[in-house]
Each structure stands twice: as C-alpha cells, then as structure tokens.
C-alpha cells in the first residue's frame, strides 16, 4: 500500500504548526489588485491586504490556483509513488475543486482522489484533519476518502461579521443596508449550507454582547456538537477568539480547540475583526 500525501488549499485555515506537524501540503489561491497578484498567505497576509483596501477604496479579485500549479505539485509526490488526496475549497464557491480534478487526470487512474469538502475556512480544516485522522490510522486511500465524504455534511461553519463593509464592497449588500447595520449595530452572522454562503441571523448588540451572544447560543446546544474538535478562527481579532476559548475550554467537553487565523481569500470577503466557529454535528 502506498504512502498518503494530504493536499489542501490556502483556505483550510489551519494553524501552520499543524500544516507543518502533519506534513500537508498547501495550494494557495490568489489575491489580485488591478495587475499585481499575490500568493494567498504566501505574499500576501490580512494586514497588509486591508491597508490595501483602505489605499484603494476597493476589494481585490480573488482567484483559484491554475490546473498547472496542481498539476506541478501533485507530480512530485506521484514521482515519489505516493497517493495523493486533495481536500477542496467547496465547487460552489471556488473553480479549485474543478482545476484540482483536471490536474489529477492527467496521472495514473486511482492515484490522485480530490474531494469537494463544500465548505470554507476552517470548515475545510476539519475535514482535512479528519483525514488526518484516517490517515494515521492506516487506511488505503479509497477508505479514507469514504471516511471523509461522510464527514462533509457533518460540517457547521458559523462566524460574525463586525462591519458589512466588505460585503458592501463586493456587491453584496446596498449602502442602505450598510447603514443600518451601522447604526443600529447589526452584526451579521453567516453561515456555510451545502457548499453555499447565506445569512443565517443576525445579532444587535456592541462586540461584546455580540460575543457573549454568540458563545451562549452554541453552548446551549454542546449536546449536538462532535467533542472531538472545534476550531475558533479570526480576522484580526486575536483576544476575541483567545476569549472564546477560554468559554469553551472551561466546559470541559471539547478534546481539543485550535485557534487559527483567516488567510486573505477569506478576509477579502469577511473583512477585520471576524470571529467564527467551526464543527462537526454529531
């Protein structure tokens, strides 16, 4: 049986100690200003895409890795008679997933398996941890893609926007609304279904009651989450989460919390100070 070489994109949203620790190997996307493109998380980060932002007035266009770029690095480890596994960014957000699939086929039948995890940011870390999982355990690469699509649904990915600026930005809410959301102090909180982004509440409140709101709601219902994992990711708001999970950790429930940052295709679409929750229902 083969050796396994896990594959993700820039979107996993995995601390890098563990990207590094587990050996997985990270395609990135692209964040492009006008004629300039940059690597996501490579040579670009959050801080410096924001100053960009503020400079310009404007949002830049993201975009996915080439079938060239998976083609050139799913090579190396096929030359090295390894199997690969590609965990995707989700097919309904992102042409990824389509370009890795174009790239595996032009190598042997059954050596390369690219899996859609239809979600987003950490949501895709959790399915590429649990391959992980898998992956420690032994099993071939046909088992362990089973084991993970039957993860993908178990999936919830739950964060809050601390302006709607960006998405005003981006075309996908009208100034009225940026307004009010503004004054009144609305904070919208957005979620992943089936591959796809919608809104899925709202909350009123200044960031601290927004956080207390938030942490309480998904504390309410612990009985439904898997205590195998949760990851807590942020957008330039590092003692929110750090707050979080303090919250989560004196429940004594979760085996373990990760804390992690947002790469720059994320914040693009999120904007500063964005806290999430990502984790699998039972």
Do not use: W
Not at 41 to 49: E, F, R, T
């Amino acid at each position: 049986m083969r050796r396994i070489k896990l594959f993700t994109d820039s979107t996993c949203d995995l601390p890098a100690e563990v990207l590094k620790q587990k050996g997985i190997v990270v395609i990135p996307l692209y964040v492009n200003f006008g004629t300039e493109s940059y690597k996501d998380n490579v040579d670009i980060k959050p801080a410096g895409l924001f100053v960009k932002v503020k400079e310009s007035g404007k949002l830049p266009m993201t975009s996915a890795p080439t079938v060239a770029d998976f083609a050139a690095q799913f090579k190396k480890y096929i030359d090295q008679d390894m199997d690969i596994l590609h965990i995707s960014i989700s097919s309904k957000i992102s042409s990824s997933y389509q370009n890795a699939c174009t790239a595996a086929v032009q190598f042997p039948k059954g050596r390369i398996q690219v899996v859609d995890s239809l979600s987003l940011s950490s949501g895709i870390g959790l399915v590429v941890l649990t391959s992980v999982d898998c992956i420690e355990k032994g099993l071939d690469l046909t088992d362990v893609v089973r084991e993970v699509q039957s993860v993908v649904p178990k999936v919830r990915i739950e964060f809050v926007l601390d302006t709607v600026e960006y998405l005003h930005k981006g075309g996908r809410c009208s100034g009225l609304q940026m307004l009010l959301s503004s004054l009144l102090e609305i904070h919208p909180v957005i979620a992943v279904t089936e591959g796809s982004i919608h809104l899925a509440s709202k909350i009123r409140g200044n960031r601290q009651l927004v956080l207390q709101k938030f942490v309480k709601d998904r504390t309410d219902k612990i009985s439904t989450i898997d205590p195998q994992r949760i990851i807590i990711a942020n957008c330039e708001c590092l003692n929110d989460t750090i707050k979080m999970k303090d919250q989560f950790a004196s429940l004594k429930y979760f085996k373990h919390i990760l804390m992690t940052d947002a790469s720059c295709v994320i914040a693009s679409h999120c904007g500063p100070k964005t806290f999430g929750l990502f984790y699998l229902d039972k």
